[in-house]
């Protein structure tokens, strides 16, 4: 806990008259997949249980080589397989998945209990479980698909793009595994162009339509990713639009601070009524059985 | 590997063949991925299925498991007839120049000296023109000749058109001839290009002769000694490249030396046997290194019999074992069942003993039926090992394994705790021959021990109850050599002292004799300065230099690479003598100018060859000596007549073959290759087994331990055994993904999950639609009882390459049903 209160916090859930503002700039953090040099070899999701302690999970051969079909309290990093036909021959793409660490999180938006997620200064989105009431609508408000809740804690979980290590100035346990560099990790401004020059290197190897996958819906996310065919993110089970609802943006921007005026409004409005017009009086023979003094 | 692993970054194309790197050495893998992030290299993956390799390949080619041969030798085909290869090297640095004697001829798919009853070659029939006891032969610089050997291998490729290859191969002639056009585009002086490659090309009856076709296309493109070059075998474990390199197999002694055999009484005899003769060309003589025979040899014997060992009795070389026959795997496991010798008349029993170090027999070995019966057969077993195996446990195997009840089993198991990898220290030796000390991470739990001790205190035991007792021949255990501080637990540090080498008395310098290389007691620098006089002690003269006076070279860890070229000269040694690129000598043309200046290997710089430690005399000026050094040719060998079945690769189909071979039916598979007549070795024939198999590794397990784990990452990973289908056959069996699914071999059968895939795709074989199908090997009974599965060695058959020996799990025949 004590390294999570190094970090600043740039916003947090439920918290209706915004975030609180640091006095210094941190800069952004971002983790950068290139599926196009990802062989699948899992030592990511290896490496998140092992440093996350995540408890082990009794899976079953189904009939593909992606160890779970989603995320999972338990599991918050997982290779997605997906192999198709394509150009007269077949594709296997691999693709990590994981908490996307959006610029506007969808899932803080959508929290209705105060400081149960925050997102850091240095835009790390993570759950406090000791303020997380288990509602689950940060499950609505992530386009994403990636807040899962544990039946046994009655509380969210998801990748904490390894907060703790990221304190403590190492990188995310996932990046130091992968054996392949698929993975990097560093300022949002450095994976950007990092990925840049990856997208220009695979469209000069007849890869048009190659993309660095940073949604602008939800103004960006600190997980930037490489893909080959970036005309289909769907491909790589990817939304093609992500943004956070319509619905909790309305519940959280207008319907709530709304329905806190409303109920600010109401108890300031009863109060004044009170003291304008005083108590209720009740008039009759009810008095008397009520044990009301005389008037 | 003749190059390294990270000397792949520096390759402009990458041939990835006969392996799945990508699956089976993720780590080494970012080589690759670096070579084509940095330098924009084409990576080609050819595989029957579409692996995760191929996931990042710039081209994937499919092709029908066992028939690399046609495939290889359609791209010597296409080289030499587009002329895409580099005339300039194959005239300097190969044998394509040499006149190759009248007896040679190939006909209908066998070579000239085929003895039909031995089903064996006499190789007589494939030699060189001249008299080889003399120092000329018949060359032709112009390579026209029809009688030399570029000439001949151009005709014996002839028939390996793209549409036989397609034919044969059932790879789609478009997509091979994309392959060429890639593959053959490294041919220029200043490209290079790699092939790597793994059990997907050893595990074959004809394992050998598909390296062999991968070696000659590297050759005729000029690759091989070049950085970025090279033939790059991938080894299947951690330290199997050590262990083979301190004699893992009954043919050989450290340092790959041949072990004697019966007839050959003194070291004289065995010297005879075992040297080449030199050959030398009019402008290159031979170094034909292994004349310095003697100098490994008497260093070997005085590490082992140290001062027992004199030049009066041969330096104890009549204690050194001889071998009588043929004690590789598969027949070691066929006397053990049949409880009888093959050997002097069938008079001799079957071994009655066995010892299992860290190898799982019923696991690995093929034919599990087999193994288990012929371990039931033994007296007693000694079996060391971190997990209760399966040949642990192979009197218990479940009754699917046609094992014995138990209570009928008389063979005592001995199940001796040892440590793991991270309990011991020493070296691995990985597959760029780097030895690399590696720490011990913590002790071993409970009782179990290092290697070493379990080693050292079963000699020292064996040795008090031959001085105790007497026995046949009990000198070579008296008067073996073990002079350790700590006998029953010697320092491994130590015994890699020993191997290295070590001056028995002063070494007097050849250039001037009042001076003196090295004083008695002193570690030697390296194999140069080994003596035949018994004055150097060595147990293992290619790892000489590991543990120099300057201390343990496997503990160097400097990341300094001046040349760029990744060959960290001072990271740990690499075998021999530090050299990180074999061959080297080929990197540069006749006036030692580099092929190409931005790689270069060697370069001669007037006065000696600078680089990386040359691979020849450094001091022997360009036209003294060719390129490679350990042949009597002193030049690569597009023509290899020392192999058991034939000079030039040619196809054949694997001993279950699925057709009649389209280039000569009569001799379908390969005639050399022997088969075993035990009544469990059984061979499937095509009419009743359509499908090919092949088997493979994932890379979240290794081999069969790792589903021992309980509760591990790994078993998370990939929890179970299954068998990837194409989705045709799949819908044409009713076969849905994720069901049940037998697959069945004329030795057994097996069950698991099916796994339908795109990856596996129908192929048109002799023009007919033909499937095949596959399945990873991790699993066995005795894991983890959550994590069990069958044994994948249940269906492969008793088939070997004849000249390792090594088995054909890659290619046989099968059903498949829904379960």
């Given at each position: 806990?004590?390294?999570?209160?190094?970090?600043?916090?740039?916003?947090?859930?439920?918290?209706?008259?915004?975030?609180?503002?640091?006095?210094?700039?941190?800069p952004?953090v971002s983790?950068?997949?290139?599926?196009?040099t990802?062989?699948?070899?899992?030592a990511?999701?290896?490496?998140?249980?092992?440093?996350?302690?995540?408890?082990?999970?009794a899976?079953?051969q189904?009939?593909?080589?992606?160890t779970?079909p989603?995320?999972?309290?338990?599991y918050?990093?997982?290779?997605?397989?997906n192999?198709?036909?394509?150009?007269g021959?077949?594709?296997?793409?691999?693709?990590?998945?994981?908490?996307?660490?959006?610029?506007?999180p969808g899932?803080?938006?959508a929290?209705p209990a105060?400081?149960a997620i925050?997102?850091?200064?240095?835009?790390?989105?993570d759950v406090?479980?000791?303020?997380?009431?288990?509602?689950?609508?940060?499950?609505?408000g992530?386009?994403?698909?990636?807040?899962?809740?544990?039946q046994?804690?009655?509380?969210?979980?998801?990748?904490?793009?390894?907060?703790?290590?990221v304190?403590v100035?190492?990188?995310?346990?996932?990046?130091?595994a992968?054996?392949?560099?698929c993975?990097?990790?560093?300022?949002?401004?450095?994976?950007?162009?990092l990925?840049?020059?990856?997208v220009?290197?695979?469209?000069?190897?007849?890869?048009a339509?190659?993309?660095l996958?940073?949604?602008?819906?939800?103004?960006?996310?600190?997980?930037?990713?490489?893909?080959?065919?970036g005309?289909?993110p769907?491909?790589?089970?990817?939304?093609r639009d992500?943004h956070?609802p319509?619905?909790v943006?309305?519940?959280?921007?207008?319907?709530?601070?709304?329905g806190g005026?409303?109920?600010?409004?109401?108890?300031i409005?009863?109060?004044?009524?009170?003291?304008k017009?005083?108590?209720?009086?009740?008039?009759?023979a009810?008095?008397?059985?009520?044990n009301?003094?005389?008037a | 590997?003749t190059?390294?692993w990270?000397?792949?970054?520096?390759?402009?194309?990458?041939?990835?063949?006969?392996?799945?790197?990508?699956?089976?050495?993720?780590?080494?893998?970012?080589?690759?991925?670096?070579?084509?992030?940095?330098r924009?290299?084409?990576?080609?993956?050819?595989?029957?299925?579409?692996?995760?390799t191929?996931?990042?390949a710039?081209?994937?080619?499919p092709?029908r498991?066992g028939?690399d041969?046609a495939?290889?030798n359609?791209?010597?085909?296409?080289?030499?007839?587009?002329?895409r290869?580099?005339?300039?090297y194959?005239?300097?640095?190969?044998?394509?120049?040499?006149?190759?004697?009248?007896?040679?001829?190939?006909?209908?798919?066998l070579?000239?000296g085929?003895?039909?009853a031995?089903?064996?070659?006499?190789?007589?029939?494939?030699?060189?023109q001249?008299?080889?006891?003399?120092?000329?032969y018949?060359?032709?610089?112009?390579?026209?000749?029809?009688?030399?050997?570029?000439?001949?291998?151009?005709?014996?490729v002839?028939?390996?058109?793209?549409?036989?290859?397609?034919?044969?191969?059932?790879?789609p002639?478009?997509?091979?001839?994309?392959?060429?056009?890639?593959v053959?585009s490294?041919y220029?002086?200043d490209?290079?290009?790699?092939?790597?490659?793994?059990?997907?090309?050893?595990?074959?009856?004809?394992g050998v002769q598909?390296?062999?076709?991968?070696?000659?296309?590297?050759?005729?493109l000029g690759?091989?000694?070049r950085p970025g070059?090279?033939m790059n075998?991938?080894?299947g474990?951690?330290?199997i490249?050590?262990?083979?390199?301190?004699?893992?197999?009954?043919?050989?002694?450290?340092?790959y030396?041949?072990?004697?055999?019966?007839?050959l009484?003194?070291?004289?005899?065995?010297?005879e046997?075992?040297?080449?003769?030199?050959m030398?060309?009019?402008?290159?003589?031979?170094m034909?290194?292994?004349?310095n025979y003697?100098k490994?040899?008497v260093?070997?014997?005085?590490?082992?019999?140290g001062?027992?060992?004199?030049?009066?009795?041969?330096w104890?070389?009549e204690?050194?074992?001889?071998?009588?026959?043929?004690?590789s795997?598969?027949y070691?496991?066929?006397?053990?069942?049949?409880?009888s010798?093959t050997?002097v008349?069938?008079?001799?029993?079957?071994?009655?003993?066995?010892?299992?170090f860290?190898?799982?027999?019923?696991?690995?070995?093929?034919?599990s039926k087999?193994?288990?019966?012929?371990?039931?057969k033994?007296?007693?077993?000694v079996v060391v090992?971190?997990?209760?195996t399966?040949?642990?446990?192979f009197?218990?195997a479940?009754?699917?394994?046609?094992?014995?009840?138990?209570?009928?089993?008389?063979t005592?198991?001995?199940?001796?705790?040892?440590?793991?990898?991270?309990?011991?220290d020493g070296?691995?030796t990985n597959?760029?021959?780097?030895?690399q000390?590696?720490?011990?991470a913590l002790d071993p739990?409970?009782?179990?021990k290092a290697?070493?001790e379990i080693?050292?205190?079963?000699?020292?035991?064996?040795?008090?109850?031959?001085?105790?007792?007497?026995?046949?021949?009990?000198?070579?255990?008296l008067?073996l050599?073990?002079?350790y501080?700590?006998?029953?637990?010697?320092d491994?540090?130590?015994?890699?002292?020993e191997?290295?080498?070590?001056?028995?008395?002063d070494?007097?310098?050849p250039k001037?004799?009042?001076k003196?290389?090295?004083?008695?007691?002193?570690?030697?620098?390296g194999f140069?300065?080994?003596q035949d006089d018994?004055?150097?002690s060595?147990?293992?003269?290619?790892h000489?230099?590991?543990?120099?006076?300057?201390?343990?070279?496997?503990q160097?860890r400097?990341t300094?690479?001046?040349?760029?070229?990744g060959?960290?000269?001072n990271?740990?040694?690499?075998?021999?003598?530090?050299r990180?690129?074999?061959y080297?000598?080929a990197?540069?043309?006749?006036?030692?100018?580099?092929?190409?200046p931005?790689?270069?290997?060697i370069v001669?710089?007037?006065?000696?060859?600078?680089?990386?430690?040359?691979?020849?005399?450094?001091?022997?000026?360009?036209?003294?000596?060719?390129?490679?050094?350990?042949?009597p040719e002193?030049?690569?060998?597009?023509?290899?007549?020392?192999?058991?079945?034939g000079?030039?690769?040619?196809h054949?189909?694997?001993?279950?073959?699925?057709?009649a071979?389209?280039?000569?039916p009569?001799?379908?598979?390969n005639?050399a290759?022997?088969?075993?007549?035990s009544?469990?070795?059984?061979?499937?024939k095509?009419?009743?087994?359509?499908?090919v198999?092949?088997?493979?590794?994932?890379t979240e397990?290794?081999h069969?331990?790792?589903?021992?784990?309980?509760?591990?990452?790994?078993?998370?990973?990939?929890?179970?055994?299954f068998?990837?289908?194409?989705?045709?056959?799949?819908?044409?069996?009713?076969?849905?993904?994720?069901?049940?699914?037998?697959v069945?071999?004329?030795?057994?059968?097996?069950?698991?999950?099916?796994?339908?895939t795109?990856r596996?795709?129908?192929?048109?074989?002799?023009?007919?639609?033909?499937?095949?199908?596959g399945?990873?090997?991790?699993?066995?009974?005795?894991?983890?009882?959550?994590?069990?599965?069958?044994l994948?060695?249940?269906?492969?058959?008793?088939?070997?390459?004849?000249n390792?020996?090594?088995p054909e799990?890659?290619?046989?025949?099968?059903?498949?049903?829904?379960?």
């Amino acid at each position: 806990m004590s390294v999570q209160q190094n970090l600043e916090i740039r916003r947090s859930s439920a918290a209706v008259w915004g975030s609180l503002s640091g006095m210094r700039s941190v800069p952004t953090v971002s983790k950068y997949i290139d599926t196009t040099t990802c062989i699948g070899c899992k030592a990511c999701e290896a490496a998140c249980i092992e440093w996350n302690d995540l408890r082990h999970i009794a899976t079953e051969q189904t009939g593909t080589y992606q160890t779970l079909p989603t995320l999972h309290a338990e599991y918050w990093n997982l290779i997605r397989f997906n192999e198709r036909d394509f150009d007269g021959g077949i594709v296997w793409l691999m693709r990590k998945d994981q908490c996307m660490h959006c610029e506007e999180p969808g899932c803080l938006a959508a929290c209705p209990a105060p400081g149960a997620i925050v997102q850091y200064a240095n835009g790390i989105v993570d759950v406090n479980p000791d303020q997380c009431i288990g509602c689950r609508y940060c499950e609505t408000g992530c386009p994403f698909d990636v807040p899962r809740f544990h039946q046994t804690t009655g509380k969210m979980a998801k990748c904490t793009l390894c907060v703790d290590r990221v304190a403590v100035g190492l990188e995310p346990a996932c990046i130091k595994a992968c054996p392949t560099g698929c993975l990097q990790f560093g300022t949002k401004d450095d994976m950007v162009a990092l990925g840049s020059r990856r997208v220009d290197q695979l469209k000069g190897t007849g890869f048009a339509n190659a993309v660095l996958y940073n949604p602008e819906g939800v103004h960006g996310t600190g997980v930037v990713t490489v893909l080959a065919h970036g005309d289909h993110p769907e491909w790589y089970d990817l939304p093609r639009d992500p943004h956070v609802p319509l619905l909790v943006k309305f519940w959280k921007s207008v319907l709530r601070p709304l329905g806190g005026i409303a109920i600010f409004g109401a108890v300031i409005g009863a109060f004044a009524h009170y003291t304008k017009f005083g108590p209720k009086e009740v008039r009759g023979a009810d008095a008397r059985d009520r044990n009301l003094p005389d008037a | 590997m003749t190059n390294g692993w990270v000397d792949i970054k520096n390759a402009d194309v990458i041939l990835a063949m006969g392996g799945n790197p990508a699956e089976n050495h993720p780590v080494g893998f970012r080589w690759f991925l670096e070579a084509k992030k940095t330098r924009g290299a084409k990576l080609v993956a050819v595989d029957p299925r579409f692996t995760r390799t191929a996931a990042v390949a710039d081209l994937y080619a499919p092709i029908r498991p066992g028939t690399d041969i046609a495939f290889l030798n359609g791209l010597i085909r296409y080289a030499i007839d587009k002329k895409r290869y580099h005339e300039d090297y194959v005239k300097l640095h190969t044998n394509g120049p040499y006149i190759v004697g009248e007896k040679f001829a190939f006909n209908e798919g066998l070579f000239s000296g085929f003895d039909e009853a031995k089903s064996e070659y006499a190789k007589d029939n494939w030699a060189y023109q001249a008299d080889p006891k003399t120092t000329a032969y018949g060359t032709d610089p112009t390579m026209e000749n029809p009688r030399c050997v570029f000439q001949l291998l151009k005709a014996h490729v002839d028939r390996y058109t793209p549409e036989m290859v397609e034919r044969i191969c059932g790879t789609p002639k478009a997509t091979f001839v994309k392959v060429c056009e890639i593959v053959t585009s490294s041919y220029p002086a200043d490209k290079a290009g790699t092939i790597t490659y793994a059990l997907g090309w050893t595990q074959h009856s004809t394992g050998v002769q598909m390296i062999r076709a991968g070696a000659v296309l590297q050759l005729l493109l000029g690759n091989v000694g070049r950085p970025g070059g090279g033939m790059n075998a991938f080894r299947g474990h951690s330290n199997i490249q050590g262990a083979t390199d301190t004699a893992g197999t009954f043919e050989i002694l450290p340092g790959y030396l041949k072990t004697p055999t019966g007839p050959l009484a003194t070291l004289q005899a065995y010297y005879e046997n075992a040297v080449p003769t030199t050959m030398n060309k009019q402008a290159w003589a031979s170094m034909n290194y292994w004349t310095n025979y003697p100098k490994f040899m008497v260093s070997l014997l005085k590490a082992a019999w140290g001062k027992a060992a004199t030049k009066d009795n041969d330096w104890g070389y009549e204690w050194l074992p001889k071998v009588d026959g043929n004690y590789s795997w598969m027949y070691i496991f066929d006397d053990m069942y049949r409880g009888s010798s093959t050997r002097v008349g069938g008079k001799e029993p079957g071994p009655e003993g066995f010892i299992t170090f860290g190898m799982n027999p019923v696991g690995l070995g093929p034919n599990s039926k087999k193994m288990v019966a012929a371990l039931s057969k033994l007296k007693w077993m000694v079996v060391v090992e971190n997990v209760e195996t399966e040949t642990a446990r192979f009197w218990n195997a479940p009754k699917e394994y046609g094992g014995a009840e138990p209570s009928k089993i008389q063979t005592e198991v001995f199940l001796l705790p040892a440590a793991s990898f991270a309990e011991k220290d020493g070296t691995f030796t990985n597959s760029a021959r780097w030895l690399q000390w590696k720490w011990k991470a913590l002790d071993p739990p409970g009782q179990s021990k290092a290697d070493q001790e379990i080693i050292a205190r079963t000699f020292l035991a064996v040795r008090d109850l031959y001085k105790k007792e007497g026995g046949a021949l009990p000198d070579p255990i008296l008067k073996l050599s073990w002079s350790y501080p700590n006998p029953v637990n010697p320092d491994l540090g130590e015994v890699l002292k020993e191997m290295s080498g070590k001056a028995l008395a002063d070494i007097p310098d050849p250039k001037d004799k009042t001076k003196v290389l090295k004083t008695a007691g002193q570690q030697l620098d390296g194999f140069g300065q080994l003596q035949d006089d018994g004055t150097t002690s060595c147990g293992n003269w290619l790892h000489s230099g590991v543990y120099t006076e300057a201390g343990n070279n496997a503990q160097r860890r400097s990341t300094a690479d001046p040349t760029g070229l990744g060959m960290f000269h001072n990271w740990a040694f690499s075998w021999p003598a530090n050299r990180r690129i074999m061959y080297n000598r080929a990197s540069a043309d006749a006036e030692g100018k580099p092929w190409d200046p931005k790689r270069p290997g060697i370069v001669w710089n007037g006065e000696k060859w600078v680089g990386d430690v040359p691979d020849i005399k450094p001091d022997s000026p360009p036209g003294m000596y060719g390129a490679f050094i350990m042949l009597p040719e002193g030049v690569g060998r597009l023509y290899a007549p020392s192999l058991n079945d034939g000079p030039f690769p040619e196809h054949y189909e694997a001993v279950e073959a699925a057709i009649a071979n389209p280039l000569h039916p009569k001799v379908t598979s390969n005639p050399a290759s022997k088969k075993f007549s035990s009544d469990k070795d059984i061979y499937g024939k095509k009419e009743d087994f359509p499908i090919v198999c092949t088997t493979y590794r994932l890379t979240e397990h290794f081999h069969y331990w790792t589903q021992h784990q309980h509760k591990g990452t790994l078993n998370e990973l990939q929890p179970g055994f299954f068998v990837e289908l194409p989705e045709g056959l799949a819908k044409e069996r009713g076969i849905a993904n994720g069901s049940q699914v037998k697959v069945i071999s004329a030795r057994g059968e097996i069950q698991g999950v099916a796994m339908v895939t795109k990856r596996l795709q129908q192929l048109n074989i002799d023009g007919k639609p033909a499937w095949q199908i596959g399945f990873p090997i991790h699993w066995g009974f005795a894991g983890d009882p959550n994590h069990t599965g069958p044994l994948a060695n249940t269906l492969t058959p008793s088939a070997m390459d004849p000249n390792t020996w090594t088995p054909e799990y890659k290619a046989f025949l099968v059903r498949v049903e829904k379960a």
